[in-house]
Nanobody, 120 residues
Framework: QVQLVESGGGLVQAGGSLRLSCAAS????????MAWYRQAPGKQRELVAT???????NYQDSVKGRFTISRDNAKNTVYLQMNSLKPEDTAVYYC??????????????WGQGTQVTVSS
């Protein structure tokens, strides 16, 4: 089994920073794209940023220049550095990873979510 465990959420004032982490563990052969999503109350889950195993990162327009996604392949961990936070960034943040466990296919796995609240 594979687990994704997030940490680093919390309450911060507008303009502040937070760093989210998500560590994958279990029967992992290879991790392809890793990503962060978020879901605000009453809204659909939306993609925030992606980072492939090799290649360029991508960001939702609203976070470009403020958020940075990175990964440590040796630790099977993805990070999201969030700077200049705004109240509209308030949401539950989920990490996602496309993981090959050694079988024929790779599968999508999700973390449990971590709450980020930005006060004005």
């Amino acid at each position: 089994q594979v687990q994704l465990v997030e940490s680093g959420g919390g309450l911060v004032q507008a303009g502040g920073s937070l760093r989210l982490s998500c560590a994958a563990s279990g029967s992992i052969f290879n991790i392809h794209t890793m990503a962060w999503y978020r879901q605000a109350p009453g809204k659909q889950r939306e993609l925030v940023a992606t980072i492939p195993s090799g290649g360029s990162t991508n960001y939702q327009d609203s976070v470009k220049g403020r958020f940075t996604i990175s990964r440590d392949n040796a630790k099977n961990t993805v990070y999201l550095q969030m700077n200049s936070l705004k109240p509209e960034d308030t949401a539950v943040y989920y990490c996602n990873a496309d993981i090959d466990t050694g079988g024929y296919y790779s599968y999508d796995y999700w973390g449990q979510g971590t709450q980020v609240t930005v006060s004005s």
